[in-house]
């Protein structure tokens, strides 16, 4: 098992920037896919972007070119960049692991997963 928490939300003008951070402990984190989705009020959760233990990612084409998804030289923590911030990338962002070492981006996937922080973007 491992244990997540999350933070780094936060309220930003439309065009801004935000970096979240997600602290994972517990098992070897090397053998975990690590993920950020986010879910905003009457929507289904949705993946924003994943990483395996290599490197290798998958993003959502809504965010591609603006979020950069980066683990931390331990892998204990994983960060997600975002840049020009767009009021539809308002949501609660959460991370998200999952034992195996390939992409995937269904959150049935994921059995870890963080608290959850709050990104707001106006306009």
């Known amino acids: 098992q491992v244990q997540l928490v999350a933070s780094g939300g936060g309220s930003v003008q439309a065009g801004g920037s935000l970096r979240l951070s997600c602290a994972a402990s517990?098992?070897?984190?090397?053998?975990?896919?690590m993920a950020w989705f986010r879910q905003a009020p009457g929507k289904e959760r949705e993946a924003v972007v994943a990483?395996?233990?290599?490197?290798?990612?998958t993003y959502a084409e809504s965010v591609k070119g603006r979020f950069t998804i980066s683990r931390g030289g331990s892998q204990n923590t994983l960060y997600l960049q975002m840049n020009n911030l767009k009021p539809e990338d308002s949501a609660m962002y959460y991370c998200a692991a999952a034992p195996g070492r390939w992409v995937r981006l269904s959150p049935k996937d994921y059995n870890n997963w963080g608290q959850g922080t709050r990104v707001t973007v106006s306009s």
């Open positions: 517990g098992d070897t984190l090397s053998d975990y896919t």
């Open positions: 990483i395996d233990s290599d490197g290798k990612t």
